[in-house]
């Protein structure tokens, strides 16, 4: 039988600099108990920072070498994303998914099956806005892997957009009411936007192969009522559940344990693990590490560990 951990953590701006490295000591003294603690075989990892070590040299993801150096993942199989216009780390926000197992293949999901798009603000005393152009913040970033059993394993990394307005100007100024109700309808666009690209993505894998093990995990920045988590889990309302449709298996917690952030008192569950029906036949329980977690409105800088709890996911293959 072949067990396997699938976790996935919001390093929330893991950064590195040889400046501020009394800061970056603290922080790791933190991570990297919690990170030995989950023991995964496999993690999807957000908002990991790149650094330059001169100006004109590509960004690489020094901080995250930092923090993993002596632990037992420092020598994981590694995927991360890019920046669409550079091929490298991007400064901020970079997707990574370690694997004990080699990564057969990885690639990005940026607009390959749902184009940017221009959008046109109504006309609002004559005077008439100028185009927006729809696209995502960052892209999401997919993984094959190998598993010892033979099978192979399908999966997504994904960070949403938050559901913050976008600064939008408009005649009647950037702080307008009209400015915020704007800004707020093109981040919802951008954000269902990515997750509908995202499950397109999905269905070109069961295209391929109806029983795929697929797992959509990441900091969705949203629960799982709203529109993205709709989109991406496929879910039909009908007595049977579609093979494919995703399940949420961090929903499977009671209701008080099932949180990954706290936004101003409030518990929400943000960061998901969303698995297709051949792989949840294989679930055996979940673990959201969530105890001590600071309330992110009211975090004060810098931010010492992080303010999302790692969920984990444990699977036996038989």
Not at 14 to 28: A, C, G, N, Q, V
Not at 109 to 118: A, D, G, K, R, S
Not at 201 to 207: H, L, M, S
Request: glycine letters at 4%; charged letters at 20%.
């Amino acid at each position: 039988m072949l067990t396997m951990r699938l976790a996935t953590f919001n390093l929330e701006h893991l950064d590195y600099s040889p400046r501020h490295e009394e800061i970056f000591k603290k922080r790791r003294a933190v991570l990297q108990p919690l990170l030995n603690k989950l023991e995964f075989d496999i993690v999807c990892l957000q908002e990991v920072n790149g650094q330059k070590s001169h100006k004109s040299s590509p960004r690489t993801l020094e901080a995250l070498d930092h923090l993993l150096a002596e632990t037992r993942y420092e020598n994981f199989f590694v995927a991360t994303s890019q920046h669409p216009k550079t091929l490298a780390p991007a400064d901020i926000h970079n997707l990574v998914i370690l694997s004990r197992w080699p990564i057969e293949e990885h690639q990005q999901i940026y607009h390959n099956l749902l184009p940017q798009w221009e959008w046109r603000p109504p006309s609002d005393n004559g005077v008439d806005p100028p185009a927006i152009i729809i696209k995502w913040d960052r892209p999401s970033l997919y993984a094959r892997i190998s598993l010892p059993n033979g099978l192979k394993l399908h999966v997504v990394n994904s960070h949403l957009r938050a559901p913050r307005p976008v600064p939008t100007i408009t005649a009647r100024g950037p702080g307008s009411n009209r400015s915020w109700i704007l800004g707020q309808f093109i981040a919802m666009m951008k954000r269902e936007g990515q997750a509908l690209e995202t499950r397109l993505f999905c269905e070109t894998i069961f295209d391929q192969d109806p029983d795929a093990l697929i797992a959509i995990c990441g900091d969705l920045n949203a629960d799982l009522h709203d529109a993205p988590l709709q989109l991406l889990r496929c879910q039909q309302n009908e007595p049977e559940p579609s093979h494919r449709e995703l399940v949420s298996l961090e929903s499977r917690l009671t209701n008080n344990l099932a949180y990954s952030v706290i936004h101003a008192g409030e518990a929400k569950l943000l960061d998901h693990i969303l698995a297709s029906q051949a792989l949840t036949k294989a679930w055996t329980k979940t673990t959201i590490y969530n105890q001590g977690l600071e309330d992110e409105v009211f975090a004060h800088d810098p931010i010492i560990g992080s303010l999302h709890a790692p969920i984990v996911t444990q699977f036996n293959f038989k």
